[in-house]
C-alpha cells in the first residue's frame, strides 16, 4: 500500500434533510480536500440520516435520496467519496432495498457495497426495509486494495463474540480475498460502555486480519437514538492511531501507513460522564431537530427534574430554559428554596404556580373525590393539574415541555399518566434512579450547581402528607438491580432471585413492570443510553398474561 | 384418500396464557372427537397466542411454550392434534426461534412444520424472532398425505400477487411432491377487505394445485390487532365447502372428500358490519384480557364519542359503561339532550360535569393565560380538564376511560394529546370520520339508538364560540380521501395532486400529518380496521425534514 491520508467526515445528519446534510458532506469534503486528504468517509445512510425509518417505504424518499447522490457526485471534485445511502434493489428479493455504500471520486462510480449482515432486534429493524447484500469484494483504489464494510458486517467477529448471531462474517471474507485497508462505516447508537467495547472489537479485527482499520460513525441524536461518533483509525497491529471527538461533529485525519502519534480525542472519563454528554447532546438535538428552541420544565425539588434542568441549560443554554415550580399543601417547605436555588445556578427563567385552586376545583367536581383523604386519585389530579399547567406554559410560549421521570419510576409505573409523564422528550427516562444520583453529583464535582440538598434529600412524590418513595417501593440500589436483571438482561424471577434477592420483592417488581406496560406504551420518546430502553426497541403486548 | 373428517379449534387465547389455552384446546379437541373428527386444527401459535412481541426473547416464554406442548400431548388422547408453537432452534441461524406447527396424536409426534416466510412489515415482525424454515415435507397421516403451512406460508401465489414478496412458495413446494389435503394454521389479522380478499386467495391455491384446502385462523382481539376467525374449507375445485363464524371462538368441522352441504356461516354483509363487529370484539378482548370490567367514556354529543360508547355497550353491556357529560360554555345546546338520549337509548350511566370550575381555576393560574379570548391554549385546556376529569373518574371506579379520536383527526392532529386522547384504548382510532358517520347509520338501521341529530350535526370541537371543522380542516371526505392516498398507499404529494386534489390542499394535509407524529407516538394503542393503522406498524420518526 501507498502512503495514503484519509479523512472521516462525522457528520450530525437531519433524518430525510437531503439539502442540509448534502451540504454538510459537501464541506466536509471540502475541508478534507485542504487537509491533503484522497478520501473523505462519511457514515451509515450519510445521505438521508440513520434511521429513516418508514420514510424508507416512500418512493419519493428514494429518489430524493438517490438525487442527493447525483447532487454530490457532481459537486464534490478532487477528493474521492465513501458515503452511505439507499440503493434501489432491482433483483428479485423480499425487499427492494440495499442499505449500500458507495465509492466515486471525480464523478465516477468506482465501487458498490451492500450490507449483509442487517440487524433485526432492539431498535433495529433492517430486515422491514432491506434485503441482505450476497457478497463482498475488494475494490482497488488509489493503488491500495480496499475492503468496505457497513455497520453490522463488522460485528460477528469469531473471536470476539461467543456466539456469533449471523453464519457469515463479511470482514473475514474480505480478507481472505486480500486487503491492505478495512473501511467500516456506521450508523452505531451509544449505550453505556459501547465506545470502549467497540474500541476493543475494532482493534481485535485489526490484529486478527493484520490490517488497518478505519472506523466512521454518525453522530448526533435521532429521537431515542444516540450517536456518539468517536470514529476511529486503528492500525494493522491493532493499536490505536487517531479517534475523533465523542458527541460532536468532527473531520478525522487518519494516516494508516503513518507511525509517528496523530489525533487521539479523550472520551469522557466516567459512565457518569458518558451519559451526562449523551443526554445534552440527544436534548439539544431532539428539540432543535424538531424546530425548537426553548424548553418549559417543572421543578418538583427532587433530584430528577434538577437533572433535567442541568441537562437542558448546558443543551439549549440557561436563556432558552424556563422553569416553573408548582407547590401543593403536600409540597416540602425546603423545595421553594431549592428550587429557586437551582434555577439561579443555571440561570434559568423560573417560575412559581401553585395548584390549589385547580386542584381544589377538581376536587368540588364530583362528590366521589375527596377532600380530606388523598388516595391514589387525588395524587393523579395533582399530578395532571401541573401536566396541564406545563402545557399551557408550552402552547403560550412555544417551548417544549421536558418530561423528567427517570428509568426505575417509568418501569414500575411510579409516574402519572397525562401528569408527570406529560412532555416532548423523556430527557432521562432511560436513566436508572442510582445513575441519576451519580450524574448529579458528577456535574457538581467543580461546585455546586444541583443543591446539595437536592441530592441529600429522602425522594418524594409529595402527593400526600409523609409520602416516601422507599414506602412504596424497594431501596433504589435493589429496585435498579433487580430491574437492570429483569429489563436489560431479560432473566426470569427465579434467576434474580436465585442472584440473592427476595423472592416477593422481585414478583411485586416483575408485576409493576408488566402491568404498567399501558403506561410506557403512552410515554414520551426518552434518549436511550442503556443497551436496552423502554420505547421501540422494547415490544411488549400490553394484554397479558404472565406467569 | 379416505374419508376423513377434520375440525378448527378456531379458538380466542390470551398471550402468555398457557393455563387458559391449554384449557381451550382441550375442550376444543373434546368436542372435536365427540363430533367424530379425527384431526383437530389450532391457530398459529395457539399455545402462546399471537402476538407474543418480545415475551419471545424471555426463555421462561419459549420453556411455558414447551411445557404447554407436552400437557396437551398427555392430555388429548384419542385424535390427532395440529397446533402452532415455539420451536427452539438448535442450529446455528440469527434467531435461535422457529415459528412452528406440530402434528401429534397419542402422545406422540408425527410432523413438525416450521414456517418459511417470515412477515417483517407493518406489524408483523417475524424476522426480528423467528429463523425462517428451510424446507416443506407432506406427511403421510391417517392415509392421507398432507401438506401443512403456517400463514405466511400461503401467501406468495404467483397466480394472486402480481409482484411476488418472496423467492419461495411453500405451498407449491409441497404440491409438487404431491398432497391430498393442504392445511394452513394462520394468525391472520383482520383489515377492511382482508376476508373476502383471504377467500379468493384460498379458492384459488385449491384450484391451482387441485387438492382440497383447511385454513384455521386465530380468533379474538390482542391490543391492536383484531383477528377474524372465519375459518375456511375449500373442495380441490376451489369452491366453498365450510366457513366458521366471523369474530367469534368456533369448532368448525370439514370433510374435504364429502359433496353435500356443510356449515357456511355468514360473513358480514357490508363494511360497516365487519368494521363494528371488529371493534366490538376487539373492545371487548381488550377491556378483559386487561382485566378490567367497567369502562367510562365522555361523551361530547358528537358522533365519534356516540360510535365508542355504541361499540362499548355491546362489547361489554350497558351496565358496564359509565357515560359523562361535561359541558362548558362553547357546548351547544342541543348536545345535553343529545348526549343524555344516547345514554338512554344504550342503557348506560350517565352524569354531567360542568368543567367551568377546572376551567377557571386554570385561567385564573398566570396572567399568560386569557380570560377573554380563547387561543390553542386555553382550547387545550379545556381538553385537558375533561382528560383529567376521565381519568379520576377511572381511578375511582376501576373503569378503564376509552377515547373517542378517529383516524382523520389523528392523522391531522385535530386533538389534544393528554386531553381527548386521554384513556387506555383508542377505539376508534384507525377508522376515518367518513366511515364513523356510515357505521353510525348501520347501527340504526333497525330503529334509533345514536339520535339522528348527532349523526346529522356539524361536527365541531366546540372549545371557542361558533368553531366547526370544517373551518380548520378540509371537507372530510376530501380530507379522507388524500389520507387513505398518503397513509395508506403511500402516495407521493405529487401523484395526490395528480388525482385531482388541491396542491395546496394536499401540502397542508401532508404537513400536518407529519408534524403531528409526536402525538401518535404518545396515543393510546388502537383497533387496528385497515390496512394501515397509526401504531406500531407504522414507524416514522419525529425530529426529520419533510421535502
Chains 1, 2 share one sequence.
Not at 433504589?476 to 429489563?487: N, Q
Request: aromatic share 8%; charged share 25%; net charge negative.
Amino acid at each position: 500500500m501507498d502512503m495514503v491520508r484519509i479523512a472521516a467526515g462525522q457528520i450530525n445528519p437531519i433524518i430525510g434533510d437531503f439539502e442540509g446534510n448534502c451540504r454538510k458532506m459537501e464541506e466536509a469534503a471540502k475541508k478534507a480536500r485542504e487537509a491533503g486528504c484522497r478520501l473523505v468517509v462519511f457514515p451509515e445512510l450519510s445521505v438521508s440520516g440513520y434511521p429513516p425509518r418508514d420514510l424508507l417505504e416512500r418512493r419519493s424518499f428514494i429518489k430524493d435520496n438517490l438525487n442527493a447522490v447525483e447532487r454530490l457526485m457532481e459537486n464534490i471534485q478532487g477528493i474521492a467519496v465513501l458515503l452511505g445511502y439507499v440503493e434501489r434493489n432491482g433483483e428479485p428479493g423480499e425487499n427492494n432495498l440495499y442499505n449500500a455504500a458507495l465509492l466515486f471520486e471525480d464523478g465516477r462510480v468506482l465501487h458498490k457495497v451492500r450490507k449483509r449482515l442487517l440487524p433485526t432486534y432492539d431498535v433495529f429493524d433492517e430486515r422491514r426495509y432491506f434485503e441482505p447484500g450476497s457478497e463482498s469484494k475488494p475494490v482497488m483504489w488509489n493503488g491500495v486494495r480496499l475492503g468496505i464494510t457497513i455497520c453490522e458486517d463488522m460485528w460477528n467477529d469469531k473471536e470476539v463474540f461467543e456466539s456469533r448471531k449471523y453464519r457469515v462474517d463479511p470482514v473475514a471474507d474480505l480478507c481472505d480475498q486480500g486487503v491492505e485497508l478495512l473501511i467500516n462505516i456506521s450508523a452505531s447508537p451509544f449505550n453505556t460502555g459501547k465506545p470502549a467495547f467497540r474500541e476493543s472489537l475494532i482493534a481485535s479485527v485489526a490484529r486478527r486480519h493484520k490490517v488497518p482499520v478505519f472506523y466512521v460513525n454518525q453522530v448526533g441524536g435521532n429521537d431515542s437514538l444516540l450517536f456518539d461518533g468517536a470514529s476511529l483509525g486503528f492500525y494493522s497491529d491493532g493499536t490505536l492511531a487517531v479517534r475523533a471527538e465523542s458527541f460532536v461533529e468532527d473531520l478525522l485525519v487518519f494516516e494508516p501507513k503513518e507511525t509517528s502519534p496523530q489525533r487521539i480525542a479523550d472520551v469522557p472519563a466516567c459512565v457518569e460522564e458518558e451519559v451526562y454528554r449523551a443526554l445534552v447532546m440527544g436534548t439539544r438535538d431532539y428539540v432543535t431537530k424538531c424546530g425548537f428552541k426553548k424548553v418549559v420544565i417543572g421543578l418538583s425539588g427532587g433530584i430528577d427534574s434538577a437533572l433535567t434542568a442541568a441537562v437542558a441549560a448546558d443543551a439549549l443554554g440557561a436563556e432558552n430554559v424556563s422553569t416553573v415550580f408548582m407547590p401543593s399543601e403536600y409540597t416540602s417547605s425546603d423545595n421553594d428554596e431549592d428550587t429557586k436555588g437551582l434555577a439561579e445556578n443555571l440561570g434559568c427563567h423560573f417560575d412559581v404556580v401553585p395548584i390549589a385552586p385547580m386542584f381544589d376545583a377538581f376536587l368540588g367536581a364530583s362528590d366521589i373525590f375527596c377532600r380530606e383523604e388523598h388516595g391514589i386519585t387525588e395524587q393523579n389530579i395533582q399530578a395532571r393539574v401541573r401536566g396541564t399547567l406545563l402545557m399551557a406554559l408550552s402552547n403560550k410560549t412555544g417551548a417544549l415541555v421536558l418530561t423528567t421521570g427517570n428509568k426505575s419510576e417509568l418501569a414500575v409505573g411510579y409516574c402519572t399518566l397525562y401528569g408527570d409523564m406529560n412532555g416532548g422528550l423523556a430527557v432521562i427516562s432511560d436513566v436508572p434512579k442510582t445513575l441519576v444520583w451519580d450524574i448529579s453529583r458528577f456535574i457538581n464535582r467543580n461546585g455546586e450547581v444541583i443543591p446539595q440538598r437536592i441530592i441529600d434529600k429522602v425522594p418524594s412524590a409529595e402527593l400526600r402528607p409523609d409520602q416516601s418513595d422507599q414506602d412504596e417501593l424497594p431501596a433504589y440500589e435493589v429496585l435498579d438491580a433487580i430491574l437492570h436483571a429483569y429489563v436489560e438482561q431479560v432473566k426470569a424471577p427465579a434467576e434474580i432471585v436465585a442472584m440473592g434477592y427476595d423472592a416477593e420483592v422481585v414478583a411485586d417488581v416483575v408485576r409493576r413492570v408488566e402491568i404498567n406496560e399501558y403506561k410506557r406504551q403512552q410515554a414520551a420518546p426518552g434518549l436511550r443510553v442503556t443497551a436496552k430502553a423502554f420505547g421501540y426497541g422494547r415490544r411488549y403486548p400490553i394484554a397479558k398474561r404472565i406467569a
